[in-house]
């Protein structure tokens, strides 16, 4: 007889956390069949919608029976499409068959049986009736976890591998041949729910499509299983069955605990209550500060602090949980446990309090004008309006200077007995929202006590990557590794995007006041501030960007345009637009810019934290959410970013980073169907690689800003010691790593060779060394590979036949640097004229007096168009030089004048779509259109 294959237990399916629908259009296969669908489920519905939708006949459905009163959701669908629908209550008696049932069941004529999920026990002669056969779905990488607790034991014994089975339905317990196994990395905090509903819930829907079409097509496998390695767990299912045993490694109950997270639950006795442990993690630092709580039979006592609590494993080491719920279903952070208010209860009034209490009534009355206060008068209904409001809370900190009251406190606690109540707990510290606590890295660099994260950050928290990888981040300056940090995968990404589109359709984030969200913003762009040596370090240790230079530029420039946007919240206006009227009524039409939904963001290296605020910012202005990957060589402050986002107060879901190789976490944020936009800067060979797989996905929208070859025009009635000046800046700032450095210099004739001179004078006056040191100007190379590029860069420039004035090679010394280069007497056939070095190396061509057109055709002789520059007394020239330069920004008499309010993109190669300014939030809004009629 065949067993049924359960997950935890049938309640866990039919209410998964989140449903996740599937387009129903009909897209028929080449070869369908007449299929009957035995289960039950969500699960099971989304399976039966998907073989609909590929054509085949589904010829009955067969379901458990109505429970009080209402149906399976499986029955519903199949109903609603006027499918043979049948609720039998069981398919055997005694164990035999019951004839009248797999009567009905024969007379559908199935040529497959479909088993997604199902619960009851069908018999081994409903099993072979159809010519195909029966497939069922199983949650394990089978022969591994046989049995119907499947998932749980998966968490238990710490698999680092979690995927499930479509196998052919045999007389055994989940011994039938395989058809088809999918598998996926399991997190080292993973749990059955985020499990479920990551992976083996959507991926295991199509995966059933999947395989009947195999059948269907004759190219269905039947793999036997082996018995090696096979194993089965009872399940779990009676309480007694997951009592926490507490001799065992902090491993090993942290595996328990979120292997019974949230059913059935793991439970222990403390204080004599039966206790149920949620949301548990390994603790990696020292025994926190708390209240000790006596745990018989573990290895020493529980901690009750201030983010959660602390539970002991035989080893000494320790796991943390976040939330326990008591017998009688009372649920509380883990952190209040022991508390007076730790349920909610009512609290008894000191004689202070009292008195405060007799205070806060006078107010009450003064603002409500009544003579008497109850503890059921509620503030609004007695007549107060915002104003009041403000009052109120100034009165009361008047008083109480130590509650930190907010006006958001009043409209949530209305009658004076909750006000009241809000108020003491606030006092008495026992509203005190959870530390933000990560596992940080700590060093001393630059005179500072440096922390900060080196793991994903997903849905407000830092994560491990799902298959605990990592790779190391390299210090340019010496090639040492500053530390670790997590390497994201594909299910991480898809795990990102769920949160930030459940962030964008159902959190607090788009739903807000603008100005609310601007405010945040502001709070971010603050705390950015207050952390902006820090940033400011370790932008230097990881990118070797020059200290001052990142204190002045790559941090401060992220604060202003933090700033910037989030003064343009709520100023994102639409349009009235007068249309022929539908006489005799009238029409209005209106528009509205809306934003897009989840934002995939692609950032580089040679701006790491101020790149990531160009597009960020602008992104979530509107309301947008977003899952950014850094760099991978430069992945520190965009992880200290999200830990001051939090604190800021984002909610989860709205911001999520995952640095990690693009080939990878880049590549499975263009292709994932929930992503709506991406916005890409980095190179024009990956860039139109973006633009295909934004193509194929689902038509993302897009917007790049590539590689550029910029031309610096110097003519000879300029301030030549302004433009030696700023052309110095021009192809030396940030070492060159710099997308519009002036990758080409034309020097009027009469005025070169002083011009180059002049150039080489002041660069042998420049600093190299360590970017921590205030003195340096000139720091290393990103990283080795990139080096070696320049390295090689220069070697062709002197091979075609450029002349190489200055610099050209390494420097001796440790670390990767490069000494500034200068190149002349480039012709326009060279392949240093028309490539980009990104760094350190000056291009400088010779044009003849007064050749104002033949210098723009050569300054435009490029596929890249990003930006240019002119010097110049004559404004006339000025003027038509900037007319005639094919790029999306011309300096005047000065270069790398960028600012947050004026647009930044290029033309032709370079890309398209704009940074900064009020331009950019085009590219993160819709516009909708809406007309109107009305009339008398």
């Avoid at 059955?192 to 269907?216: H, T, W």
């Avoid at 509650?403 to 008495?428: G, H, I």
């Avoid at 941090?555 to 989030?566: C, E, H, K, W």
Wanted: glycine residues 8%; hydrophobic residues 40%.
């Amino acid at each position: 007889m065949f067993f049924p294959i359960a997950f935890v237990a049938a309640r866990q399916l039919a209410r998964p956390l989140f449903v996740r629908g599937f387009s129903t259009s009909q897209v028929f296969a080449a070869n369908k069949m007449k299929i009957a669908v035995i289960g039950q489920s969500q699960f099971g519905t989304e399976v039966y919608n998907l073989l609909k939708k590929e054509g085949h006949e589904i010829v009955g459905v067969f379901t458990i029976p109505d429970i009080q009163g209402k149906a399976d959701p499986l029955a519903v669908a199949g109903e609603k499409d006027g499918i043979p629908t049948f609720k039998f209550p069981r398919w055997r008696l005694k164990g035999q068959s019951i004839p009248e049932v797999v009567k009905q069941y024969q007379e559908c004529g199935a040529e497959l049986n479909v088993l997604p999920f199902c619960s009851q026990f069908i018999p081994m002669d409903v099993i072979n009736s159809p010519k195909n056969g029966s497939i069922i779905y199983h949650p394990s990488i089978l022969p591994r976890h046989r049995g119907a607790s499947a998932i749980n034991w998966t968490l238990i014994h710490g698999d680092k591998k979690a995927g499930f089975s479509i196998f052919w339905a045999d007389d055994g317990l989940d011994t039938g041949p395989i058809l088809l196994q999918r598998e996926c990395d399991v997190g080292p905090n993973e749990t059955l729910d985020s499990l479920y509903n990551r992976f083996l819930y959507p991926e295991g829907i199509k995966a059933m499509a999947e395989a009947v079409q195999l059948i269907a097509d004759g190219k269905a496998p039947s793999i036997p299983q082996p018995e090696e390695g096979a194993t089965y767990e009872p399940m779990l299912k009676k309480k007694e069955s997951v009592q926490i045993n507490w001799d065992q490694s902090a491993e090993m109950l942290h595996n328990f605990i979120r292997g019974n997270d949230k059913l059935p639950g793991a439970w222990t006795n403390i204080n004599g209550d039966q206790v149920t442990l949620f949301g548990s993690k390994l603790w990696k630092k020292d025994a926190p500060e708390g209240t000790v709580v006596e745990l018989p039979g573990a290895a020493g006592p529980a901690i009750v602090h201030k983010g959660g609590m602390i539970f002991p494993g035989n080893d000494g080491k320790m796991l943390n949980v976040k939330s326990l719920q008591f017998a009688d279903g009372t649920m509380i952070p883990a952190k209040m446990f022991g508390k007076e208010d730790a349920a909610g209860a009512t609290l008894e009034l000191t004689a202070e309090e009292k008195e405060l209490e007799g205070q806060l009534k006078d107010v009450w009355k003064g603002i409500l004008s009544l003579a008497d206060i109850q503890g059921e008068t509620d503030f609004f209904k007695a007549g107060a309006g915002s104003m009041d409001v403000v009052r109120l809370v100034e009165e009361v900190l008047q008083r109480c200077s130590s509650v930190n009251l907010q006006n958001e406190d009043v409209y949530m606690n209305t009658t004076f007995d909750a006000f009241m109540q809000m108020v003491v707990r606030k006092a008495r510290g026992l509203d005190e929202p959870d530390e933000f606590e990560y596992d940080a890295i700590e060093l001393h660099a630059n005179n500072l006590d440096l922390q900060f994260p080196n793991q994903l950050f997903i849905n407000n928290e830092f994560v491990d990557a799902s298959n605990g990888a990592t790779f190391d981040t390299i210090n340019p300056t010496d090639e040492s590794v500053i530390c670790k940090v997590s390497k994201g995968t594909k299910d991480d990404v898809n795990t990102a995007v769920k949160a930030a589109k459940e962030a964008f359709e159902e959190g607090p984030w788009g739903k807000m006041n603008p100005r609310d969200r601007g405010r945040i913003m502001y709070r971010l762009a603050d705390l950015m501030e207050e952390h902006k040596e820090e940033l400011a370090t370790l932008e230097a240790m990881d990118s070797g960007a020059v200290y001052t230079l990142a204190l002045k530029t790559h941090v401060g420039m992220s604060i202003d345009t933090f700033r910037y946007y989030a003064g343009w919240c709520d100023k994102i206006q639409g349009t009235t637009i007068p249309i022929n009227q539908a006489r005799p009524n009238h029409n209005l039409t209106y528009t509205k810019r809306e934003p897009i939904g989840v934002v995939g963001l692609i950032v580089p290296w040679n701006y790491p934290l101020m790149m990531l605020a160009w597009k960020m910012a602008a992104a979530l202005t509107p309301g947008n959410t977003v899952v950014l990957k850094p760099a991978q060589v430069t992945p520190l402050t965009a992880l200290k970013f999200a830990e001051l986002a939090v604190k800021a107060g984002f909610p989860p879901g709205v911001i999520n980073i995952l640095p990690g190789a693009g080939s990878q976490v880049g590549q499975a944020i263009l292709d994932h169907p929930d992503v709506r936009k991406v916005g890409f800067t980095g190179s024009t060979p990956v860039g139109k690689d973006i633009m295909r797989s934004c193509a194929v996905s689902n038509l993302k929208r897009v917007s790049l800003e590539l590689g550029g070859k910029s031309p610096l025009v110097i003519f000879n009635d300029c301030d030549l010691d302004r433009a030696v000046r700023q052309s110095l800046s021009g192809c030396f700032f940030n070492k060159g790593e710099n997308c519009i450095a002036s990758g080409r210099l034309f020097v009027e004739e009469s005025i070169h060779d002083e011009f180059v001179n002049r150039v080489v004078d002041e660069i042998k006056k420049m600093k190299i060394g360590d970017p921590l040191d205030r003195s340096v100007d000139h720091g290393p190379q990103n990283h080795r590979a990139h080096l070696n590029s320049l390295v090689e860069y220069c070697k062709v420039g002197v091979e075609q036949g450029a002349t190489l004035v200055y610099g050209g090679s390494r420097v001796e010394r440790k670390g990767l640097f490069l000494y500034p280069t200068v190149f002349t007497d480039v012709t326009d056939d060279m392949w240093i004229a028309k490539e980009e070095s990104f760094g350190p190396v000056m291009i400088i061509s010779k044009f003849k007096n007064g050749d104002i057109d033949g210098m723009l055709k050569s300054a435009n002789d490029t596929e890249f168009g990003l930006a240019s520059g002119v010097f110049t007394k004559d404004i006339n020239k000025a003027l038509y030089v900037a007319d005639h330069l094919q790029a999306g920004t011309v300096f005047v008499n000065t270069y790398n004048k960028t600012d947050v309010a004026s647009p930044f993109g290029g033309f032709k190669q370079s890309g398209f779509g704009k940074d900064l300014g009020m331009e950019a939030l085009h590219e993160y809004t819709r516009t909708k259109a809406v007309t109107v009629e009305y009339w008398l």
